[in-house]
């Protein structure tokens, strides 16, 4: 059985965090990815964690 012919376990949609939903009703969501220098795309860390991010 290979593991990538199964969906994903968690969708972009899904929220995530209890916080999540409060940010995206207020319009201050943050992105998921971003991309690095290099061009490949990394997780957004640092806007996600930041106050009123």
Same mark, same amino acid.
């Given at each position: ?8 376990? =968690?969708? $972009?949609s899904?929220? /995530?965090s %209890?916080?999540? &939903? ?12 971003? =991309?690095? $220098?290099?061009?490949? /795309?990394? %997780?957004?860390? &640092? ?7």
């Amino acid at each position: 059985m290979s593991s990538g012919c199964n969906r994903t376990l =968690f969708r $972009e949609s899904d929220e /995530r965090s %209890p916080y999540t &939903r409060y940010d995206r009703l207020r319009a201050q969501e943050a992105t998921p990815y971003r =991309f690095n $220098e290099f061009g490949r /795309r990394v %997780p957004n860390l &640092r806007e996600r964690l930041t106050y009123g991010g």
